[in-house]
C-alpha cells in the first residue's frame, strides 16, 4: 500500500484520510439514494427540486450536508432526472345550445380555501378503451376535494365529483365559485342547477383555452405523469384503484412550490400561513 500514496506524493495520514472521506461520501450518497427510492415508490415522477425539499429534513436528521446543485446532479449521475412529457388529448365539447356562463374570475386571486373550485375532466387510457376522469380542485390550496372515474362522459360524472366535493367542504359559510370549461356537461342545467341550489357561482372560460383554466389543466398534467395514470391501464377497475390511491398520496404528501413547498392538505387547513400567490388564476400553474 505505501507505493500507492508515494505514486500521489502525499502522506500516508493525507492517504488515508481522503480515503475515508471517500468512503463516508460514498456511504451519504447511499442514504440519500435511499431517501429518494423511497419518495419515488409513491411519486414515481417528482421533479428534483421537490424531491431535495422532500427528503431535506430527512439530510438535516442524518447530519448529512448537500446542496441543491450536488444533489441535482447525483440524480444526474444515477439518471434518475425526470423528462418532462407532452399531453395532448381534447375532452372539452362546447357545441351545444345550453347557457354559457361568464367568466367570474378575471383578474381573481383566492385568499382562502374555498373560495375558488377548478373543475375539468381528463381522459384515462385503459385496454378496454377510454375511460373518464372528472376531477374539483380547489384553487388556494390545491387540494383534489372531489373526483369520479367511470367509462363515460356524462353529465352525472361531473356531478357525483362535485357532491363528494361538497361532503369534504371545512369552511361551508365561505363564498365559493365553481370554473370550469364550457363544457357540455358543466353547462348542462342539471349541473348548473344542482351548483346553484349547493350555494355555489358558476364561471366559465370564454373560449377553450387551457391557460384559462390553468389549476385544473395541470392537475391532471400531475396524475398523469408523476402517478401513472398517463399509461395504458389494465381495467377500469384498476384505474379506480389507482385514482383513489394517487388523489390520496398527492393531497397529503405531495409538495407545491406554490404553497411554500406544503402539501395540499396542509394549505386547506392552515389558510393562515401566509402562502405566496400568484396575480391572475390563468398563471397559476406552478404546481
Known sequence: MKWVYQCFGISKQAFYKRLATHQKSNQQEQVILNLVEQVRKEMPKTGSLKLYKSIKPALVEKNIKMGRDRFYLLLRKHRLLIPRSKRAHITTNSKHHFYKYPNLIKNFIPKAAEQLWVSDITYIKTDGGNAYLALVTDAYSKKIMGYK????????????????????????????????????????PTYTNFAENNGINISMTQQYDPYENAVAERINGILKQEFGLGKTILCLKLAQKMVKKAVKIYNSKRIHYSLKFKTPDFAHSNQNHNYRQYRKIPILVTL
Open 149 to 188: 372515474i367511470d367509462d363515460h362522459m356524462k353529465t352525472s360524472l361531473c356531478i357525483d365529483a362535485l357532491k363528494i366535493a361538497l361532503k369534504q367542504r371545512q369552511y361551508p359559510n365561505q363564498k365559493l365559485i365553481h370554473h370550469s370549461d364550457r363544457g357540455l356537461q358543466y353547462c348542462n
